[in-house]
Structures are given as structure tokens and as C-alpha cells.
């Protein structure tokens, strides 16, 4: 189906408006194009849906390279791309450059940015995310999220190759959006409140915290001479081969609960972690933070986080005017290719 309509875009695009963007003619020609094919017996060829095959070719016009020559002649048309759908090699190697169902397409077709649809594709064929997830990713911001964290090449390669998790960093993002939670935004809630929400709630919660991460424990206890200790939530990341701590803090950061994340990592490290094992990474989620604090108490190579959260949807137009405040400055340097 994916390939048919594809097909269908490709048909009307290329071939009755020629390349060029007729919309003074564009009803008529659906409307006559629709009749045509269902008088055929071809389903699901309504004017709406042609409209959405046109838009799906336009979002993807570089599929067409993998078109057969019998294809690219000219002597193409709806009823002929019909019948050549049944095994045509053409269109079984076109059939290998889509790779979700045409629900997925459709949600996808709505993002206006080529770079970003094709990073959250690559997410969801890698992560098996349905359309729900698809939307819910797409809703929370994620590509901005990701993108804010990295330089300019760094964010072309999430485009490229999505998520891929080679250092510590790459495991982070900032915000956490956990809207998913249910939990309304009220003055008092105490840690414990989040942290069952977030138990309750722990493939969401492993969905948002991105690829490879499996639940090990909560309120994970180690104790040195008479002292008891607590980390609110332990992971473990198969991708990266470490621990991953993360501590609740409701309100705003402080250096305090930096050098208690730096106690747990280095107890990780010292007495959990096996020999073949990469450096625990420890994430401080808290509802507010400053950079120059952070900066000043963790020294540079510390695999430990400060993230904020937030138990609602971002705006995608606040996080991408930080994203270009973020990357302008890299341009001005000549890094920009």
C-alpha cells in the first residue's frame, strides 16, 4: 500500500502537472483521476486520499532514483502503476526505501523539516514505535531535544543514523518530558509521589529515557560503616554497558545534590560495576537548574547529568528557536558547512 500511493504521488506530480505546481488545476484533475480508478476497482482512491499521495511523493521526491526505467519512460499511468505492483523487481527494490506503515507516513508527512522526519523513520523502525508512540515522540519534542545537546554534525547525524549511543552524553537529554505520568502541576508533591508515578508508569518511563535502557531496581540501598544510602532508580544501559543512576529532585538543583549523585557513582564504579563494565553515568532529574552551578561543582570528565523535567508537552517553536540560538553562534565560527 505504502508503495502504491507513493506511486500514485509520483503519477501526478511528475506526469499531469509535469513538475510544476498547478494548483489552479489540481480538483479537476483529482476529481477526474479518482472517478477513473474507481471505476477500475481500485479502493481507496477518494480526491482526500489523492491528496495525500500527492503530498507523500512531495515529501519523499528522492525515492524516485530507484524508480525502473519502465517506470520512468512516460508511458506510466494510474491503472498501468496498478497493475505492475504485483512482482515488478522495480518496485520490490522501491518497496526496500519504506520502511513504516502508511500511518506512520501520514503522521510523519505533517513535519515540514526533511531532516526530521527522516531521524524519527529511523527511530521508529529501530525503537517499534506504533503511530501512538510515533506521536507522542513527535508531540514531546524529541528531535529538538536531542538536538540541543550537540554540535551541527551531531545533529546531522541523528538525521542520518537517528539515536546512537557511543559516549555517556548521547544518553541524556534535557528536558525529560513526562507528561505521560498523569501528575497535575500543584506547588507540593514529594519525591516519592514522582518515583511511584514513575515505577507505575515504567515503560513510558523507559521509552523517554531513549534506547537500551532495562530497570534494575528503586530506592536501590548500600550502606559503608553505620551510614544507609538510597538511589531512587537504577538502570542499566546494554548499549553503553554501565549503570545509569537516576535521583529525583523536586525543586531547584544544588551543589549538595550533585556530590551525593558523585558518592553513588563512585560507589557503582568501585563496588558494583565488573571489570569488563564502562563508568556508571548518574542523572540528577530536577524541576529547575543552573548551568554555571553545574560547571562549577563537577569537573569536566564527570559521567554525571543534570536534566530538567517537566510533566507537560514542550512548545516545539520554544525549542527550536533555542536549537537555532544554539547552532547561529556555530556558524558565525565558520563551522557551518
Given at each position: 500500500?505504502?508503495?502504491?500511493?507513493?506511486?500514485?504521488?509520483?503519477?501526478?506530480?511528475e506526469?499531469?502537472?509535469?513538475?510544476?505546481?498547478?494548483?489552479?488545476?489540481?480538483?479537476?484533475?483529482?476529481d477526474?483521476?479518482?472517478?477513473?480508478?474507481?471505476?477500475?476497482?481500485?479502493?481507496?482512491?477518494?480526491?482526500?486520499?489523492?491528496?495525500?499521495?500527492r503530498?507523500?511523493?512531495?515529501a519523499?521526491?528522492?525515492?524516485?532514483?530507484?524508480?525502473?526505467?519502465?517506470?520512468?519512460?512516460?508511458?506510466?499511468?494510474?491503472l498501468?502503476?496498478?497493475q505492475q505492483l504485483?512482482?515488478?523487481?522495480?518496485?520490490?527494490?522501491?518497496?526496500?526505501?519504506?520502511?513504516?506503515?502508511?500511518s506512520?507516513?501520514?503522521?510523519?508527512?505533517?513535519?515540514?523539516?526533511?531532516?526530521?522526519?527522516?531521524?524519527?523513520e529511523i527511530?521508529?523502525?529501530?525503537?517499534?514505535?506504533n503511530?501512538?508512540?510515533?506521536?507522542?515522540q513527535?508531540?514531546?519534542?524529541?528531535?529538538?531535544?536531542?538536538?540541543?545537546?550537540?554540535?551541527?554534525?551531531?545533529?546531522?547525524?541523528?538525521?542520518a543514523e537517528?539515536?546512537?549511543l557511543?559516549?555517556?552524553?548521547?544518553?541524556?537529554?534535557d528536558?525529560?518530558?513526562?507528561e505521560?505520568?498523569?501528575?497535575?502541576?500543584?506547588?507540593?508533591y514529594?519525591?516519592?509521589?514522582?518515583?511511584?508515578?514513575?515505577?507505575?508508569?515504567?515503560?513510558?518511563?523507559?521509552?523517554?529515557?531513549?534506547?537500551?535502557?532495562?530497570?534494575?531496581?528503586?530506592?536501590?540501598?548500600f550502606?559503608?560503616?553505620?551510614?544507609?544510602?538510597y538511589?531512587?532508580?537504577?538502570?542499566?544501559?546494554?548499549?553503553?554497558?554501565?549503570?545509569?543512576?537516576?535521583?529525583?529532585?523536586?525543586?531547584?538543583?544544588?551543589?549538595?545534590?550533585?556530590?551525593q549523585?558523585?558518592?553513588?557513582?563512585?560507589f557503582?564504579?568501585?563496588?558494583?560495576?565488573?571489570?569488563?563494565?564502562?563508568?556508571?553515568?548518574g542523572?540528577?532529574?530536577?524541576?529547575?537548574?543552573?548551568?554555571?552551578?553545574i560547571?562549577?561543582?563537577?569537573?569536566?570528565?564527570?559521567?554525571?547529568?543534570?536534566?530538567?523535567?517537566?510533566?507537560?508537552?514542550?512548545s516545539?517553536?520554544?525549542l527550536?528557536?533555542?536549537?537555532?540560538?544554539?547552532?547561529?553562534?556555530?556558524a558565525?565560527?565558520?563551522?557551518?558547512?
Amino acid at each position: 500500500m505504502v508503495v502504491r500511493n507513493w506511486l500514485f504521488g509520483y503519477y501526478i506530480v511528475e506526469f499531469e502537472q509535469q513538475g510544476e505546481d498547478r494548483a489552479q488545476y489540481g480538483q479537476r484533475l483529482l476529481d477526474g483521476l479518482s472517478r477513473q480508478l474507481r471505476a477500475a476497482g481500485i479502493p481507496g482512491c477518494s480526491v482526500s486520499n489523492l491528496k495525500n499521495f500527492r503530498r507523500f511523493y512531495e515529501a519523499y521526491p528522492q525515492i524516485r532514483q530507484t524508480l525502473s526505467g519502465e517506470l520512468m519512460s512516460g508511458a506510466v499511468s494510474p491503472l498501468s502503476i496498478g497493475q505492475q505492483l504485483a512482482g515488478a523487481t522495480g518496485l520490490e527494490l522501491l518497496a526496500e526505501q519504506f520502511r513504516v506503515s502508511w500511518s506512520h507516513y501520514q503522521v510523519l508527512m505533517g513535519l515540514k523539516d526533511a531532516e526530521e522526519r527522516r531521524f524519527y523513520e529511523i527511530e521508529s523502525v529501530s525503537n517499534g514505535w506504533n503511530v501512538r508512540e510515533l506521536e507522542r515522540q513527535i508531540a514531546s519534542a524529541l528531535y529538538e531535544r536531542l538536538a540541543l545537546s550537540r554540535d551541527r554534525d551531531a545533529v546531522r547525524r541523528l538525521s542520518a543514523e537517528g539515536q546512537v549511543l557511543k559516549t555517556p552524553c548521547d544518553a541524556v537529554k534535557d528536558p525529560y518530558v513526562l507528561e505521560f505520568l498523569g501528575l497535575e502541576e500543584r506547588p507540593a508533591y514529594s519525591e516519592s509521589e514522582l518515583e511511584a508515578a514513575i515505577i507505575d508508569k515504567l515503560e513510558h518511563f523507559l521509552l523517554e529515557l531513549g534506547k537500551g535502557f532495562l530497570f534494575e531496581a528503586r530506592q536501590k540501598r548500600f550502606s559503608f560503616e553505620e551510614d544507609h544510602f538510597y538511589v531512587d532508580l537504577v538502570f542499566y544501559n546494554r548499549l553503553l554497558r554501565c549503570y545509569v543512576l537516576i535521583d529525583l529532585k523536586l525543586d531547584k538543583l544544588t551543589h549538595q545534590d550533585l556530590g551525593q549523585m558523585q558518592m553513588y557513582v563512585n560507589f557503582f564504579d568501585r563496588h558494583v560495576k565488573t571489570e569488563g563494565e564502562n563508568p556508571t553515568i548518574g542523572i540528577v532529574l530536577c524541576k529547575r537548574k543552573k548551568d554555571a552551578l553545574i560547571e562549577l561543582t563537577l569537573p569536566k570528565n564527570a559521567n554525571i547529568f543534570a536534566s530538567q523535567y517537566q510533566l507537560y508537552l514542550p512548545s516545539k517553536e520554544e525549542l527550536r528557536q533555542q536549537l537555532e540560538d544554539a547552532i547561529l553562534p556555530l556558524a558565525h565560527n565558520g563551522l557551518e558547512s
